[in-house]
C-alpha cells in the first residue's frame, strides 16, 4: 500500500504518487490493456489533514488522468488489522494485557474498521467480476455506522471478561508528542509513525465508509465483525 511512515512530505510523494504514476504508465502502454486496481486509504479522502493522506490522494488523480482507455478502480480502506498487524495490534494487546485503553481521539469521532481477510476478499472479488466501473470505493466490515472510541474499548472488555479503563489523551499533549518524535526520527534517522499529520488523522471526527457501491458492482460482503476479528487478531481460542 506504499509508504506509510516518514518524515517527509517529498518521500511521500515519491512513493504514494510517483509509484503509481510509473506503474500506470507501464500498465496503460500494453495491449491489450490490464485492468488496474490501487488500493489506496481512507485517508485520501481528507487530504488537507497529512503530507501521507495528501500523497495517496494525488496517486489516486494520478491514475484517473494517466489511465487513459484502461479500466481502474481504487479501493480506500479504513484502518486494516489482522495477526500480522504491526500497527494497531499492539494497541490491541495493551488494552487486552493491561486493561488499559489511550482514547487518542475524540469521544464522538467514528471510524470503520476492516479485517485483512475481508480485504484480501474485496481484492479477488473486484479482480474477478469484470467490473470496469472506474470509481474509487470505500470499504468496512460490514458495521455501516461505524465505531467509536467507546465501542472499540467496550469490544476488547468483552473478550477478556474485565473492564479496560479509558485514559483520555488531550490533543495537546498528542500534538507535542508528534512534534518530538518527529524532531528524534530526523535525528537518529527512523521513520516516524506519530506525527503532527497522524496527529490530525487520529483527531478527525469521522472515519465512516460506505460499502454499497462495492458490493452492487461484485457482490462482496465482509464475513468478519469487530469483536470476532480482535479475537483472531489477539490469537484467542
Known sequence: AGAVR??????????????????????????PTPRFLLISSLAAREPHLSPYAASKRHGE????????????????PPPVYGPGDR???????????RGVAPVLGPETARFSMLYVDDLAEAVEKWLTSGSNRQYVFELHDGHPHGYSWGDLIDTVARLRGRPVHRVPVPAVFLKALAGLNTIAARVLGYPPMLTPGKVRELRH????CDNTLLSKETGWV????LEDGLRRTLQMR
Not at 61 to 76: D, I, N, Q
Not at 205 to 208: K, Q, R, Y
Request: charged share 15%; glycine share 10%; proline share 7%.
Open 6 to 31: 516518514s518524515t517527509s512530505a517529498a518521500d511521500f510523494m515519491r512513493v504514494n504518487s510517483g509509484g503509481v504514476a510509473r506503474l500506470v504508465q507501464m500498465a496503460a502502454s500494453q495491449n
Open 61 to 76: 488523480t494520478v491514475l484517473a488522468g494517466g489511465a487513459g482507455p484502461m479500466k481502474w478502480a481504487v479501493l480506500r
Open 87 to 97: 500497527e494497531l495490534r499492539p494497541l490491541f494487546e495493551w488494552m487486552y494485557l
Open 205 to 208: 471526527p469521522d472515519w465512516v
Open 222 to 225: 465482509p464475513r468478519t465483525g
